[in-house]
């Protein structure tokens, strides 16, 4: 038994990695992705549109083999880890866009207005006041959607990276007379114990946020 645990939590450090990178990627691209989303130039917007509507109709295995076994700069391809970083950020960045755009509908339009009146330009207006609160109104999609990647991760084994669903199929492998299907019971279990720590997190500052409000 603990060989098959031990075998599995290799394959951690790989699965937060691609997790937290993808993530990023996904929170910093999918905020000027909403900003287009949100044009007032119509063309621009349906642009966006199209392309967001892209990135989510594609299942993500399917960009992964794309990006790993399609895209090749001159003499140079995406080894694994690269391609599944990528791909994953890219389909985040799409889910987030989203989000972020819910959380920006939820707010009052007299906001705006009031900023105006007040004098407010657009940008301390957008940063100070309209920003702030989308972020607090999107938190819980957010976590859900982190918690998600999280699962999707495992994914990225199927182009060779040696996350923990890759070290629990090599230790199944390897052992087949002895492990059956216990390396992939080990592995949900520890999907299970990253999770809901964040969840509980995210919990606890969604409600800081609204006591603060």
Known sequence: MS?????????????????????AIGAVLGFPIMLGLRARWR??????????????????IVWLFLIYF????????FDSLSAAVLGLGIIASAYLAEIYRGGFATLPRGQSEAAAALGLD?????GRILAPQALRTSLPSITTYLLSLLKDSS?????GVADMVFAANMFARQNPASA???????????????SVPVAILARRIDSRLRKAQ
């Open 155 to 159: 994914i990225a084994s199927t182009i």
């Open 43 to 60: 063309p621009l917007r349906l642009l966006i549109r199209f392309i967001v509507d892209l990135i989510r109709g594609i299942p993500p």
């Open 180 to 194: 059956g299907i216990l390396p992939f019971f080990v592995a949900a279990a520890v999907y299970l114990i990253v």
């Open 122 to 126: 657009s940008r301390t207006t957008f």
């Open 3 to 23: 060989d098959v645990i031990l075998a599995v939590l290799l394959g951690l450090p790989m699965t937060l990695l691609v997790t937290v990178l993808a993530f």
């Open 70 to 77: 399609g895209v090749q700069i001159g003499a140079v391809r």
